[in-house]
């Protein structure tokens, strides 16, 4: 650790301070997250420098120990990201890291631009990538081996005379050891003599398998002595699992992305990797009390990326503690350790009861208490009310995915009767496509509020928009909370494929109020009768979440 | 391998019988996929019987060796699967397998009617679920563990005598045996000696990392000598490493599901599954062909459950071989395996360069070729297409699963100009819910047919079913051919989910005329505009097809 402070100029910067919050030498195994530089490269993620610093707040606060920001010099807004990062950002926990190739062949170390943006950055780390398979020297870097090793050495050399703590990438470095072994472990003594304190063996084209990185891990270790670190792609689906076989085999630094973005399959999750150590191999990686922010850093990621989070993700999904077998509700209600391979408070997320007709009893149970329900002991209701929905399952209806319809009929159920805020008399909608090639659609709803009849009409640009307004403008009067309301999403599925046009529809629609959002059902011949039936869903629990009280 | 016909009333399930084009013995290692069965129970996904019998058809022809179809006697649904499974499916390589439990305790296995469901369903072969954890035998079974163990083995000698084959599915094994090693193998041995060929160690909750699965599961092969299958979850986002793990241990039976569907985060997938271990371990699991068909398999499974495909999914993922063009793009062409870890067409992917968008002029002219067109040489007719397809692309349309629509186009550009049967003036759709609750569905075109003004209407049971006889009926004077044209299948996606009811909205549907199947595609600002395009593009492909010429 050789960083002096007139050469990083922030102090908060300054590597080698072990974490305050952290037991142990926090330097001991890195936790390095290249989102930022890596998992920009994933199809689909455009970050501003805004989206950038954002996401360095949260990796900074989840406590990864790295935070690898870009390339300084290659595109003007990574530059701007590292002078925005030290101003700005008062790191607690992770040193920022610029990413940035060996010097140019034929070109002393200090004369390359390149190389010399990196000191510029400021940034306390710099990450050298390099080639480490001849064959790639020859036909992208178009230079002899010799000259590679010279490249590395001589930039590692450089970086470290300007006080900045190196970490060397050795690119396609698999690939390579299996077709030059000897050269790819002399790029590997190269880098480390040089002065680089990590030297990273990635799997750039992602093909490995786990126990291949194992047993080359080792190899490298015994041959080299060198401290490793691991850089796995996705490209098998083993990133996480070929991450963890080089921690088993010696590797103290891990590189990955939040939620796993990278470029084509994506990079190793940082959230199943910490997860892993800290939870399964009982390694402390990360601050005390940083998983359990897991769940929340995730999705913020993802918020600040602009992807929908992944539902399925491991630990942090909304679906990763959901249970939908009715065979296993019983004895989850006895001892909900023996079903979820961790307490999922553990990683901020929570249990949830999906209610399906695979479902019995005792997940409707579960789920009423979920919603404020207490229904145990009432073994006739919760026996209608687990016959209320496989029937209405089987007609289509699905309340997995609509909590505020299963609530309705919940609530329907234990007050033994149906109130709503309005009936319905009749609605019609009329679709036209004009001679001049324009649409239009109207629709007209008929209604009983509060003992008064209202008939109002709506324009849309379909038939369920119009449809919605014309509902909108029938209630709003009646009921201003309304215009708080927002649909937030709109699905619709055709159940039985197979028979054409005539199958049933059901339509899910969510609704949002600034503060929460709910979900329902609606099932009907037809695109429109069934998105009537969730929109008056919508409406009803809407109304009731707004605390008023239904009269009809 | 001990079945008779008269227990299995299709001799084409009888079990045993080597697939003729598998090399070796097709029985050497087991390519298990419960999509249908433990896939089906992740968040979101709900199969009619069809949708049932569209997946088991795609895996069948994939090459999977066994599919469980459902649980036969535990939903009327899973029961109608496999009646309709024996009589409407040819299998060429998979045996059908039905799931159950061991018998209730304390009632004989033939006495127990969910166990006598599993028989009644036909299929050659029967997986039977076991608790192998002492702990859930006590809580979730209450009963003792010497019962369990009567439990298995009664039921499956019951099952053997009956001349199906058994696998036992031992339930939370890897937990169990962490918990209680010695009742954990005293399952696998009750089992196996009571005549089941193959016991699977499923990992149910999913926590389980690859170091742990390979250390476990040699030790119960030392133990028990038993032949062993592995069934992993996702939990931890190594369900494919630990698959693999399993099997370099010595398992020889793998439990997947396509894409990985599953409760919570999911199953191991499938895919990376049989790819890692025909592609990186060079074993032959798969018939001869079969890995090449995968990406279409994929997604075509997805389509089916409706689920978007995972763009980044490994290997079948639309982003699996995207490449960021630019830095390394002098060396891609070069030597394009530099930078992938397979050939993409292994898998039936391709590899794409980001700068350039999905469609390239190659897959034109070779899609061109496929439909009878020739159009090497034709740079600008190519150009103009790849253009055209980009554009429509962008504005949501898909031509990947509408070749009819695709091949409209390419005629359109070949041509010069747009012809069709007719011309459209104007249409409308009323859909009215009458005060008694009955609904009405109208609808009126206005169009030019050879010359004349046709106007017609249609009743139905939705706008677009209107809209449909409506055309019909003006078309079908002129064109008696369209009275053979029948929807088989239609589709409906909102393209952009957060935007409400206001999102566009893309239809596929697929015709056929008795002989053939096209699909054609639409988008538009509602259902029925887009519905409306679709069909549109259906009667005129059908009446191209059945060889007249258009007029307008």
Known sequence: MTATPQDTPDPALRDGEPGADVPGDRDAFHVFDTTLRDGAQREGINLTVADKLTIARHLDEFGVGFIEGGWPGANPRDTEFFQRARREIDFRHARLVAFGATRKAGVAADADPQVRALIDSGAPVVTLVAKAHDRHVELALRTTPEENLAMIRETVQYVRSRDRRVFVDCEHFFDGY??????????VRTASDAGADVVVLCDTNGGMLPSRIHRVVAEVISATGARLGIHAQDDTGCAVANTLA??????????????????RVGNANLFPVVAALELKENRRVLPPGALAEMTRISHAIAE????????????????????????HASAIKVDPDLYQHIDPELVGNSMRMLVSDMAGRASVELKGRELGYDLTGQRELVGRI???????ELA???YEAADASFELLLRDEVQGRTRRFFRLESWRTITDRRPDGEQENEAIVKLWVK???????GEGNGPVNALDRALRAGLERTFPELARFQLVDYRVRILEGRHGTQSATRVLVTTGDGTAEWSTVGVGENVIAASWEALQDAYTHGLLRAGLQPTE
């Open 178 to 187: 299996a077709a030059n072994p000897g050269y790819a472990l002399e790029v």
């Open 246 to 263: 080089a921690v088993e085999a010696g590797a103290t630094h891990v590189q990955c992305t939040a939620n796993g973005y990278g470029e």
């Open 386 to 392: 687990v016959d209320r929905v496989k029937e209405r």
């Open 396 to 398: 289509g209806y699905t």
């Open 451 to 457: 003992g008064e009849r209202v008939v109002a009409s």
């Open 304 to 327: 600040v990326v602009n992807l929908t989070p992944s539902t399925h993700q491991p630990y942090v999904g909304v679906s990763a503690f959901a249970h939908k077998a009715g065979l």
